[in-house]
């Protein structure tokens, strides 16, 4: 049902030196699923990571950013799927730290060198037990090759697992990037419930890691946005195991750091576009471009706006060229002092709407013909500025409510 | 389908003295269907409205912003459904214009004291010609006992019309509220889609008419929401005919003024609630209840962040008591030093979560029963303050999907 959305192929997954995943069936919430997954990350790597901005954060996150901030080095990542320890108070995060623990004990490391994930259906007890039920299987089974493995490893509603590989030339050698992603409802910016994981062999001074994973959150899944729940777990980390021999990367402006930079926000975008190419129902992919706007930011807001209308949502859905819902979601996006008489609309290449109006060579047949497209561009101009941006979004169908009214069915 | 909302009867409507309306079969978009009203108002009466906050307003918003700055007298509204005239850019405002014009000369008024509402479709030329055409038959058939006609002819995806009447005590006199609503998509604070029109035959000062209208709105319609569009096209209008012979209500905050305007507020929500009940689709009618807040405003956003997340809606439509939904929303609402540790959460009596984590005595089977009724109030507390804010919803069904997929078909 995603849209135009293959699976990886596990062989075109390239290893990345330096990072080995192991994945099993810890029957956490459903038999017979592979639903834990061990990310273990040689010494020498520098690790970042951004966390979702929902003020309910989850025990897991908490956790993570607990041990990011203790500057220990990330050895371990653990991961399960199929309840997000969220909402779960002072007991999740017990439960949270039990896991590091456990994982700690088995490879010779501190609590705070592992950190943990979790994703799935929220306010239930993490069964802990489960869990450290299954690590020595999934330890035990940990390869640089299992990165298809793991795409499956954290899916929860996803019905596609998410994963894309890229090379670069990075200071006179070629590294290898590779991730994995999963979505699919909870979607909007800052950030998806989504879990993304992206490794790199290059070399990366440990000084410049955390503005490179923000950069990325923000040019990819900050980006996207399902349905406009910000997930309680939200997380995007990003390894840089530093084997592929090269000086170092020490500033993004440098040569190497904008080439590193644009290798790993392509393999992000990738990641991010599946999300929303795998959401919840969707059956059309919609990029959503607002130009001529004071600033980036109000240029997002409208986007925005225009993706998480449930009318143009619905809409899209019908192939039905009701573009006034566009042109109302303009409207109320937030920009107080906005002049609709300098607002012009275009789907693809169909120019809907002039200063504020109906475009008078507009033809309903023509709207009738890029909204039966699975993939759909829509233009805002707003004729304030000259800032841009750009969100990327899906329709809302009947599967949308299905899925979500019969999640924990 | 609405949620336990019965039609109202025409004989429980009470005619307001000084306004009479008129309601026509124009074929504005559809035959045989009353599409078109007028509501003549005698001379001497006092009126005053909100509009919209969407910055893409429609055109006979922006005619009626203009004819209520011009401080002219109103003496009749000239509505009609099947067309927003919305996102129609000059033209669209140009046939505003002449709708009042043809209402003006058939009365003997200036255009100025004429106001136009328009509902329906956004971005489709307003057929003037047709409404022109029907003017005759409608104020011909003008009459004080007609407001379940008007309810009628303002439907648009409405299944029930909306109407309410209500007496009360003011000055030693009896006097009368009637007013009627429609919704039932687009829906959400700062304003609904959503034309509502409240008359009274109080005597009320004009210098304290815009801020009753004021509180009117925020103590009503804009605390509901069904999908979280903001239409171009709301409008409130209070009418005052002066007409009951008692002392005008000068002040609101006089014994007089609380009274009325406690009675008209009853109308008002009750005209508000029913938007919500006939929302598209709803099967269920929520009351969130956020408390404990610092302030009214952040109370109201976390009712809102709930009140608009698609998974939470969806969970009530299921039944399904995935109540950490609920959670998640509270925490994306954007209070930026929330403290999860102290928020509080009810579903009608059962004590769901308690400082931020399960309650230990909560069983899912509670929660399910609350969640199987058909209303059911959902109580937020933020342990943060002593604010409160309240907001009214429904859920999000098949049929909201299917009504907003096949509207124009």
């Known amino acids: ?50 966390f979702t901005r929902n003020r309910f954060c989850a025990a897991p996150v908490q956790v993570c950013r607990e041990h990011l901030a203790s500057g220990s080095a990330v050895r371990a990542l653990v991961i399960n ?55 020595d299987a999934a330890i035990a ?21 998410k994963a894309f590989s890229a090379r670069a030339q990075i200071g006179g050698k070629t590294v290898t990037i590779t991730g994995i992603s999963k979505g699919a409802g909870m979607i909007r910016p ?27 959150a923000d040019g990819s899944f900050n980006c996207v946005t399902v349905d406009g729940d910000t997930s309680t777990n939200d997380s995007l980390v990003l390894i840089a195991t530093n084997r592929a021999g090269h000086v170092p990367v020490q500033a993004l402006d440098s040569a190497d750091g904008k080439a590193l930079r644009a290798a790993l926000l392509g393999v992000a975008r990738q990641l991010a576009h599946a999300i929303v190419r795998d959401g919840e129902g969707a059956t059309k992919f919609i990029t959503i471009q607002v130009e001529g706007g004071r600033t980036v930011d109000e240029c997002r807001l409208v986007a925005s706006a225009i993706a998480h209308s449930p009318l143009v949502k619905t809409a899209f859905f019908a192939s039905d060229p009701n573009l006034g819902r566009i042109l109302a979601a303009v409207g109320y996006a937030g920009i107080e002092d906005l002049d609709q008489a300098l607002i012009e609309l275009h789907l693809d290449d169909v120019h809907v709407a002039t200063r504020g ?34 969100v990327w979004t899906c329709d809302l169908s009947h599967d949308y409510v299905s899925i979500n009214a019969d999640y924990r069915s």
């Open 190 to 216: 800052n950030m998806a419930t989504m879990l993304g994981f992206i490794a790199t062999d290059a070399c990366v001074d440990p000084s410049v890691m955390q503005q490179l994973c923000r950069e990325l």
């Open 357 to 390: 109006g109906r475009h008078p060579a507009y033809q309903e047949s023509d709207g009738q013909r890029v909204m039966k497209q699975s993939e759909i561009t829509v233009r805002v101009g707003l004729g304030r500025g000259t800032q841009a941006a750009t």
């Open 81 to 135: 799927t199929g309840n997000a320890n969220a909402g779960t108070g002072a007991d999740g995060l017990q439960r949270a730290r039990s896991t590091c623990e456990a994982v700690a004990s088995r490879l010779g490391l501190r609590a705070q060198e592992v950190w943990p994930f979790s994703t799935g259906v929220i306010m239930e007890p993490l069964p802990v037990e489960r869990i450290v039920a299954g690590l």
């Open 141 to 161: 089974a940990a390869r640089e090759d299992r990165w298809f493995d793991a795409a499956l490893g954290i899916m929860t509603t996803d019905t596609v697992p």
């Open 1 to 50: 049902m995603a849209v135009n959305l293959p699976a990886p192929v596990a062989a075109d997954l390239h290893p990345v030196p330096g990072v080995r995943i192991g994945v099993t069936e810890a029957g956490i919430r459903k038999a017979q699923r592979k639903d834990l997954t061990v990310v273990l990350i040689e010494p020498g790597a520098s690790v970042s990571a951004v």
